[in-house]
C-alpha cells in the first residue's frame, strides 16, 4: 500500500515537553513538508526539504525542528519554546518535477495537545 | 511572498444545485494551482489542480478555472450531493521554477442540504 503515514494520530504532552511526530512515505517522492492547522483556518508551512539531509524553515519555524536523514522520513519535533503547539499537523510530500511545484500529497494528520 | 485569498469562508448550497469557490492569488509567476478537500479528522486530499497553461479543467462534476490577467481562480462543482460536504482548500504555487511551496487559501466549508 503506497502513501503517507503519520503516526501517532492523537498526541498529549504536558507544557515544557518535546515531542516528536512521525511522518513516512513510501511513494519515492523527493520533496516533504510539515503543516500546521488550526481550527477554521488555512494550512501553514512550518519546514520543508526538497533532499535528503536538506530542509528550510517555511513560514512559522520557531519552536520546530526537523530532520531529513532518510528519504522516507521527515519527523518534526515541537520543542518546549513553541509557544502554541495544540494543533493538527500534517505531512505532505510531492515529487519534483521539471517543471516546478507538483502535486502535494498529504497524510491523515497528527493532533496534538498540550495539557 | 504568495498570497492567497479564498471566499466565501462558508457555503449552504441545496443538493443538485452548483458550489463555486472563488480565490486570488498574488504572485503573477505562480504557476500550478492545486484544490483539496478536507473532511473531519483527515488529511486533505487533491481533488483537481490545473496549470498556467490552461483555463479551464473539467473531471466530471468538478471544474477549476483559471484567469491569469486577473489573478484568480474558481472551483465549480455541479449537481451537489451530501457527501461534498466538507472544507475546500485551493492553493497556489509560491512561484519561480526552482521552489516547491504551495501557499494555501484559508479554507471553504460547503454544507450541502438533503
Known amino acids: 500500500d503506497g502513501g503517507i503515514t503519520q503516526s501517532p494520530k492523537y498526541l498529549f504532552r504536558k507544557e515544557g515537553q518535546n515531542v516528536t511526530l512521525s511522518c513516512e512515505q513510501n511513494l519515492n517522492h523527493d520533496a516533504m513538508y510539515w503543516y500546521r492547522q488550526d481550527p477554521g483556518q488555512g494550512l501553514r508551512l512550518i519546514y520543508y526539504?526538497?533532499?535528503?539531509?536538506?530542509?528550510q524553515k517555511g513560514d512559522i519555524a520557531e519552536g520546530y525542528s526537523v530532520s531529513r536523514e532518510k528519504k522516507e522520513s521527515f519527523p518534526l519535533t515541537v520543542t518546549s519554546a513553541q509557544k502554541n503547539p495544540t494543533a493538527f499537523y500534517l505531512c505532505?510530500?510531492?515529487?519534483?518535477?521539471?517543471?516546478?511545484?507538483?502535486?502535494?500529497?498529504f497524510g491523515p494528520g497528527t493532533r496534538l495537545t498540550v495539557l | 511572498g504568495e498570497n492567497v485569498e479564498q471566499h466565501p469562508s462558508t457555503l449552504s448550497v441545496q443538493e443538485g444545485d452548483s458550489a463555486v469557490i472563488k480565490c486570488t492569488y498574488s504572485?503573477?509567476?505562480?504557476?500550478?494551482f492545486p484544490w483539496y478537500k478536507q473532511e473531519l479528522g483527515k488529511g486533505p486530499q487533491l481533488i483537481i489542480d490545473?496549470?498556467?497553461?490552461?483555463g479551464e479543467k473539467k473531471d466530471q462534476r468538478i471544474a477549476v478555472t483559471l484567469n491569469k490577467t486577473a489573478k484568480h481562480f474558481s472551483l465549480h462543482i455541479t449537481e451537489t450531493q451530501p457527501e461534498d460536504s466538507a472544507v475546500y482548500f485551493c492553493?497556489?504555487?509560491?512561484?519561480?521554477?526552482?521552489?516547491?511551496?504551495?501557499?494555501f487559501g484559508a479554507g471553504t466549508t460547503v454544507t450541502v442540504r438533503a
Open positions: 490545473i496549470r498556467s497553461n490552461v
Open positions: 504572485d503573477s509567476a505562480s504557476n500550478y
Open positions: 526539504s526538497q533532499i535528503v539531509n536538506d530542509f
Open positions: 492553493a497556489a504555487s509560491s512561484g519561480g521554477s526552482n521552489d516547491y511551496k504551495l501557499s
Open positions: 505532505a510530500s510531492s515529487p519534483i518535477g521539471t517543471t516546478g511545484t507538483d502535486t502535494q500529497y
